[in-house]
């Protein structure tokens, strides 16, 4: 028999499966497999329909008599469901409307609770957010040790809670601490992991899920019962239910008013709602949740978060166009930090690499480096250990190239020298790299289509810009020189997804669009200090607007020698917006580089003042002006101001070909705070003839360089 929404009969399945509904059948034992969706799907998430649909099979199967027990998965391998469908969390605009959609989902899912057999969910690939939270309402949750299964619910990360009883039920599995920590940090959890904090029941192999979910459901048909509640025991016990858990509430807490995390007002809602678990009723725990959701999907924390979620999925497909390959095997040329990272990079991705430099001290580093990483995510159970040693078995190192007739892709991230990279591609041709290959170079600013000038086949040769450390920085700018053609780009993106990152195209310019958009922002920092607002002040200002770290460190982290040249580079592109601070070439001279030498504006521990403050003393006594300090709406102004003017100016001219590409480029390159929901969207709030208004006034009262585009002004004339 097959149960489908409103009833129709079997032969209307298929129609079903098409448009991604849920589908149940029911077996000669009276066992029900309920999918979520069609294997065709490239990703379950939980639509209005589903939904619907999903709420009509279970009333159907409350009313079957023939039904002993409920078995939920997905709809194929590797698929279980990532959630709700985000489309409808931008729909909400009104706190009423959100209540009501957290109410609506909860009461399906609670059906599953509410049905008098036992029910098992078989999770198998992403079980995220909505998808969890349906899971939680089974009775025995199975998961698989498939590599796609993720366990979590990461709302906080789009703006929101857990709204369809993920803070009630998650907290009363695992206890609070617990549901504080996977909840409030949005946290995703390996199918082991899952298992080890009590989110899932048993783990078993691929191969063996639903038969281990029938195990299970068996179990309790032969018990006669649905599986009992679990009961929480030792210091899960006396921090949830008693007056003890104030103690988990405080660190959680501290720990949510540091960093960027007090900008969000969903986990502080959230925190409040885990509480509630232990401490209302289950119906009024349920209804404060579903307020609470309400109120949070209406905040511009959400809105922004969630525009920059259709971001993120619009730079993934751009891996998908027409051209596109997958790369198996490459050459990296240069040990260095850059090197190194990128490297591991794509030993990680299942590429099989070989990392070359002259010296043999940073290939030893790289390998090390790459070492200390596996561990710390072994520790983590973010990686089984046969997987930490296929990663380093992947990755070579040596200071010859080898052979390179089955490289497919060459990069190259050696010194910012153009000659030097020229030379290198072409001795790359000269030693029998394949003509398919893609030639990579790493520039912080200088022309891909330079490099690419005298050889035999510019059309693939490309830049894949990515921001330091590439391990951790999400963005990946893939410059297309004059002559790169459409496959190559598409190749490079493709390769920055396998990675995990964000791509950004980009036109071949000075700067591009992070480093562009990123010198008038550290030159003004550099000027502020020399007018004599502290280095602290300044940084604790852009830390207080939402940036992750002030200018002045940013710029003892890059290096005062990097910031000089791509300064360099940028004042020869735009000699008259562009002059370079002398504090660069001042501290170059006095070798207070930064982090790299032990200290710059900062001491080489990052907390006290450094070296490059005498510097600054020095400079400010030579220009005999005395000193002022800045005002913090100046600092926003004078800092932030300039840059919204940037992102605009390269969008006219063609460096990026869309709004959207400066609102990802930026919160993923240079940390625009992502919770305003990237710089035109700030700027938009904010008000664009607001932002004209106080450049122009700057310009008027301080330099010319804070005049503003013509395109900002007429966009500031149009809003």
């Not at 079957?64 to 590797?78: E, H, I, N, S, W």
């Not at 549901?179 to 078993?204: F, M, Y």
């Not at 299942?350 to 200390?372: E, I, M, N, S, W």
Request: glycine share 10%.
């Amino acid at each position: 028999m097959t149960t489908t929404k409103n009833d129709r009969p079997a032969a209307d399945a298929a129609t079903e499966l098409a448009r991604g509904l849920a589908l149940c059948t029911v077996d000669a034992d009276g066992i029900a497999l309920l999918r979520l969706g069609s294997a065709d799907e490239a990703m379950v998430t939980l639509t209005r329909e589903r939904l619907e649909s999903l709420d009509a099979i279970l009333q159907q199967l409350a009313g079957d008599a023939r039904v002993r027990g409920v078995l939920l998965t997905g709809p194929g391998p590797g698929m279980f469901c990532a959630g709700a469908d985000v489309g409808l969390i931008q729909s909400i605009t009104r706190v009423e409307d959100g209540e009501a959609a957290a109410v609506r989902g909860r009461s399906i899912f609670q059906r599953l609770q509410q049905l008098k057999v036992p029910v098992v969910a078989a999770i198998e690939g992403p079980c995220l957010g909505g998808g969890l939270e349906l899971a939680l309402f089974c009775d025995v949750r199975v998961a698989s040790d498939h590599a796609a299964t993720q366990i979590g619910l990461p709302e906080v990360k789009l703006g929101i809670l857990p709204g369809f009883g993920g803070t009630q039920n998650l907290s009363r599995l695992v206890g609070l601490p617990k549901a504080l920590d996977l909840i409030l940090n949005g946290k995703l959890l390996r199918g082991k992991q899952a298992l080890k904090q009590g989110v899932v029941d048993r783990l078993v192999p691929s191969a063996k899920l639903l038969r281990a979910a029938r195990e299970e459901l068996d179990k309790r048909i032969a018990a006669g019962r649905k599986a009992p509640k679990r009961q929480l025991r030792g210091t899960a016990f006396w921090l949830s239910r008693t007056p003890l858990r104030a103690l988990a509430v405080r660190a959680a807490e501290k720990a949510r008013q540091q960093g960027q995390a007090r900008f969000y007002p969903a986990p502080r809602a959230a925190l409040q709602c885990c509480v509630d678990a232990f401490t209302k009723a289950e119906d009024r725990g349920f209804a404060a949740e579903a307020k609470a959701l309400g109120e949070m999907i209406v905040t511009p924390v959400s809105k922004g978060l969630v525009h920059l979620f259709f971001l993120t999925e619009r730079s993934k497909r751009l891996g998908k166009q027409d051209g596109a390959r997958d790369l198996q095997r490459a050459l990296v040329v240069g040990g260095g930090v850059m090197g190194a990272g990128i490297a591991g990079q794509l030993a990680e991705k299942g590429l099989r690499v070989r990392l070359c430099d002259v010296d043999l001290a940073p290939l030893a580093r790289a390998k090390g480096r790459l070492q200390q990483e596996l561990k710390k995510r072994l520790k983590r159970g973010h990686l089984a250990p046969h997987e930490a040693t296929a990663i380093q078995d992947r990755l070579a190192v040596g200071t010859d190239w080898g052979q390179l007739g089955d490289t497919d892709l060459w990069l190259e991230a050696v010194v910012e020298d153009l000659s030097v990279k020229q030379k290198l591609m072409a001795e790359a041709v000269a030693r029998g790299l394949p003509a398919t290959a893609v030639l990579a170079t790493t520039p912080s600013s200088l022309s891909v289509t330079a490099m690419a000038s005298k050889l035999p086949k510019p059309g693939r040769v490309v830049g894949i810009h990515f921001f330091n450390p590439p391990e951790k920085m999400p963005l990946v700018e893939v410059i297309r020189g004059r002559d790169t053609d459409d496959a190559t780009v598409a190749t490079a993106c493709r390769l920055a997804v396998r990675l995990g990152k964000f791509p950004v195209v980009t036109a071949d310019t000075a700067g591009f669009l992070g480093n562009r958009c990123l010198a008038p922002y550290l030159n003004e920092a550099a000027r502020l200090l020399l007018e004599g607002t502290s280095a602290e002040a300044i940084d604790q200002a852009m830390l207080d607007f939402g940036m992750p770290m002030g200018p002045c460190r940013l710029i003892d982290e890059v290096g005062f020698d990097v910031a000089a040249k791509v300064s360099a580079v940028m004042q020869a592109a735009f000699p008259q917006r562009m002059v370079p601070c002398e504090l660069f070439a001042a501290m170059v001279a006095a070798k207070a580089l930064g982090q790299k030498t032990g200290g710059g504006i900062y001491g080489k521990d990052g907390k006290r003042p450094g070296p490059g403050r005498a510097v600054v003393a020095q400079l400010m006594q030579r220009r005999g002006v005395p000193p002022r300090t800045a005002s913090r709406t100046e600092l926003v102004q004078r800092l932030i101001y300039p840059l919204v003017d940037e992102a605009y100016r390269c969008l006219d001219e063609g460096i990026v070909q869309d709004e959207r590409d400066l609102d990802l480029g930026l919160v993923m390159g240079i940390g625009f705070p992502p919770f305003t929901g990237g710089i035109t969207q700030f700027a938009r709030r904010e008000g664009l003839a607001n932002i004209t208004a106080a450049l122009d006034e700057l310009a008027r009262a301080m330099a010319p360089r804070f005049q503003p585009a013509d395109g900002l002004r007429r966009r500031a004339l149009a809003q």
